[in-house]
T-cell receptor
Framework: TQLLEQSPQFLSIQEGENLTVYCNSS?????LQWYRQEPGEGPVLLVT???GGEVKKLKRLTFQFGDARKDSSLHITAAQPGDTGLYLC??????????WGAGTKLIIKP | KAGVTQTPRYLIKTRGQQVTLSCSPI?????VSWYQQTPGQGLQFLFE???????NKGNFPGRFSGRQFSNSRSEMNVSTLELGDSALYLC????????????FGSGTQLSVL
């Protein structure tokens, strides 16, 4: 059974600080997606990483896919209250079915 | 372009009842997936439909079922509701398959009393 572990489960920091969220597995994924979910809404796709070692930047968010395509990280620089939400990673297996992490609940305090 | 629409937004039922949830995907999207989300459990995959056929199924009991219509709209049904079925049920659509970029609806919050 493929598993995707996210850490930390919960993170509360002050505005302006940096943070990193991790997504780890013992399985290889063909691609990995990161979503953000706000209260009362469905998840919204932030980025898809496909190539081992790939780094993608979305303003203050930096996403990295591990060389072996088993893990990924999301780094946020100078966090803002608008970054608050539940961050979910999802890895696509060989049959394209997504395996989801349990999520990281992020709170940025003004 | 309209997003994914789920109805109803909120639902309160009692144990033993059944419930039907509806999902209208983005126009042109042929794949519809259903997920159950509970606090601390992340998203649990229920099933995926493509062209009116169930293409993938998660590890949920037979009380959970679904279908897709010719216009790609989908419904899921839960029979003989249990307290543990209380959750946010999310529908997601994509062009062709579940592993592609998913567009989620706002979900149906089901409470079973």
């Amino acid at each position: 059974t493929q598993l995707l572990e996210q850490s930390p489960q919960f993170l509360s920091i002050q505005e302006g600080e940096n943070l990193t969220v991790y997504c780890n597995s013992s399985s290889v994924f063909s691609s990995l997606q990161w979503y953000r979910q706000e209260p009362g809404e469905g998840p919204v796709l932030l980025v898809t990483v496909v190539t081992g070692g790939e780094v993608k930047k979305l303003k203050r968010l930096t996403f990295q896919f591990g060389d072996a395509r088993k893990d990924s990280s999301l780094h946020i620089t100078a966090a803002q209250p608008g970054d608050t939400g539940l961050y979910l990673c999802a890895g696509a297996g060989s049959n394209y079915q997504l395996i989801w992490g349990a999520g990281t609940k992020l709170i940025i305090k003004p | 372009k309209a997003g994914v629409t789920q109805t109803p937004r909120y639902l309160i039922k009692t144990r033993g009842q059944q419930v039907t949830l509806s999902c209208s995907p983005i126009s042109g999207h042929r794949s519809v997936s259903w997920y159950q989300q509970t606090p601390g459990q992340g998203l649990q995959f229920l099933f995926e439909y493509f062209s009116e056929t169930q293409r993938n199924k998660g590890n949920f009991p037979g009380r959970f079922s679904g279908r897709q219509f010719s216009n790609s709209r989908s419904e899921m049904n839960v029979s003989t509701l249990e307290l543990g079925d209380s959750a946010l049920y999310l529908c997601a659509s994509s062009l062709n398959r579940e592993g592609e970029k998913l567009f989620f609806g706002s979900g149906t919050q089901l409470s079973v009393l």
